[in-house]
């Protein structure tokens, strides 16, 4: 308990109880998000920013994120794109690599506004065809898209990069993978699957590349671990809603979603 304390006063956090409840409701919705909905909500570490340094945001939430994504991973194993798993970890590592060499001289709100700005265009699209179905055709090519390899390494090459330097970042990596991935129109299953796995390779080739940056620390990992009887609430939570909606639904929705994230980061941005 005493190195707890320590932990906390060194990591500058004055007020332990607003602390754990901000921190609880985190876990909590970052458990929902990525069990349900393939990490669709990124807020977990908006809602720490209100208490902690996005550095001890970030120290904080890797453990975490881990172990959410071994759970998903395990739930998921037998339902996995590895064509699409291939391309997206080639260029998200690249994009850590990105991330890390230039972590002190990126700029975030510049990354943000472009990402929430292809959000709204993307969420704009959907919706559009939605409302004029008989461009059938136009879909069956969205299906097919991934067989066009050429244009799936292009692609990769664009959204799974920017992925991999926002997740580095800012934990936001899964709004260009949501634009990458649901071009495809895969099984919610399948998408659900592979964004999981795709994460879990991903955050855990983070640990040395933080460790690096003295973004991870003994510190942070103790606040982790205090933190952790969250996570099984909220992946069950998660995968209870997911179950709820149809594949109709789900994309909507993953659509809504990434709408209304986009024009919150564009907000911020612009604020």
Known sequence: ????????????????????????SAVLTTAISKAGFGGA???????????????????ITLPILLLIDVWVVFFSKNKIDFLLLLVM???????HAVGWYFFDYISN????FFISGMSLLTAFLFFKRQLRPERLSSKKEERDEKHNLTRLWLRGGVWCTLSGIASFVSVSGGIPLQIFLLA????????LGSAGAFFF????????LYWDLDILSKETFLISLTLLPAIPFGVLLGRLIGRLLTDQQFYIF???ILGLVGFQLLYGVLA
């Open 89 to 95: 970890s080639v260029f998200g590592f690249f994009g």
């Open 254 to 256: 993953m659509h809504v």
């Open 184 to 191: 495809f129109r895969l099984k919610r299953s399948v998408y």
């Open 201 to 208: 390779l991903l955050n855990l080739s983070k640990v040395p």
């Open 109 to 112: 709100d510049a990354l943000i």
């Open 41 to 59: 909500v990124a807020i977990g570490i908006p809602i720490l920013l209100l208490v902690v340094t996005p550095r001890t945001a970030l120290g």
């Open 1 to 24: 308990m005493t190195e707890l304390f320590e932990a906390l006063t060194l990591m500058n956090i004055t007020n332990p109880v607003l602390f754990y409840v901000l921190a609880l």
